[in-house]
C-alpha cells in the first residue's frame, strides 16, 4: 500500500511540475478557463459562496484549480494555478500571473484528492509575498479557512482581519489536509508560454511589463469583474 501511494505521488509530480508546458499556451488557456469556471460555480452556490464584502476587498485573488494531494503518513501537494491583482486606482482585475505550488507534510494523513484551491489576499503584505519568487502558506504569510456563506455577510467587516483567506472544494477522500506549509512560486515557463516573455508575477502583478494580453486573458479578466467586483471601503 506504502509503495502504491508512493508511485501515485510521483505521477501526480511528473504530470503537474512546471516543465510540462505547450508551447502555444494552451495549457494556460485551458487553465484559467477552469479557474473561472471554479469561482463561478463556488458564487453561484448561497451556501458555500465566498461573501460578497470579502471577495469585493481582495487585493490580489490565487486560484488552483486542481490542486493534487496525495500522502501516506508523509504527504505532498502539487499543483498549477495563477494570480491576478487588482488596479489600484480602478480596483479592476489585472492581467494573470501563472504560479505552481508544491508541499509536504508529516503526520497523519492517507488518500488522494483533488482541490479546487481560492486564496484571497488582503493585505498590502500578503500582496507582497505574493509577488517575491515564492512564499509558504502559513509561514511568510498567515492564513485561514474563510467565511462562507449568504449569512456570513453580516460578520465579514467587523470581524476578517487576515492577511489571506483559503476556500477549497474537495473532488476526493483525505484524511488530515491542510494548506499550510504549501510553497508557491512563480511560473515563469508558464508565463513565457502564455505571453511569449519569461515573466514574473511581480513583472505581471505590479510592474505591468505584459506588453499584449492575450484574448483568453482579456476574457478572464472581464468574467472576473464580474464575478468579484470592486467595492470601496466606507
Same mark, same amino acid.
Given at each position: ?73 508523509? &504527504?505532498?501537494?502539487? &499543483? ?48 507582497? &509575498? ?105
Amino acid at each position: 500500500m506504502k509503495s502504491l501511494s508512493l508511485s501515485i505521488v510521483l505521477t501526480l509530480f511528473l504530470t503537474s511540475i512546471p516543465w510540462a508546458q505547450s508551447p502555444d499556451g494552451a495549457q494556460q488557456r485551458k487553465l484559467l478557463r477552469t479557474g473561472q469556471l471554479v469561482l463561478e460555480e463556488i458564487q453561484n452556490s448561497p451556501d458555500s459562496k465566498i461573501p460578497d464584502s470579502l471577495i469585493a476587498k481582495a487585493k490580489a485573488i490565487i486560484v488552483f484549480p486542481t490542486m493534487i494531494k496525495s500522502g501516506f503518513f508523509v &504527504g505532498a501537494r502539487y &499543483g498549477t494555478g495563477f494570480a491576478s491583482s487588482r488596479d489600484r486606482d480602478t480596483g479592476a482585475w489585472g492581467a494573470p500571473a501563472f504560479l505552481y505550488t508544491a508541499g509536504g507534510s508529516f503526520g497523519f494523513q492517507f488518500g488522494a484528492e483533488v482541490v479546487d484551491l481560492i486564496l484571497l489576499v488582503m493585505t498590502q503584505r500578503g500582496l507582497e &509575498g505574493l509577488l517575491s519568487e515564492k512564499f509558504t502558506l502559513g509561514g511568510d504569510i498567515a492564513v485561514a479557512a474563510g467565511p462562507v456563506g449568504r449569512h456570513a455577510e453580516a460578520s465579514t467587516d467587523i470581524f476578517m482581519q487576515g492577511e489571506m483567506y483559503s476556500y477549497s472544494r474537495s473532488k476526493g477522500l483525505f484524511a488530515g489536509v491542510s494548506v499550510k506549509g504549501a510553497i508557491i512560486t512563480s511560473d515563469v515557463d508558464a508565463n513565457q508560454a502564455y505571453y511569449g516573455a519569461p515573466l514574473t508575477a511581480e513583472a505581471i502583478l505590479l510592474s505591468n511589463q505584459v506588453g499584449k494580453i492575450p484574448e483568453s486573458g482579456k476574457q478572464f479578466i472581464q468574467v472576473f469583474n464580474h464575478l468579484a467586483p470592486y467595492r470601496t471601503r466606507k
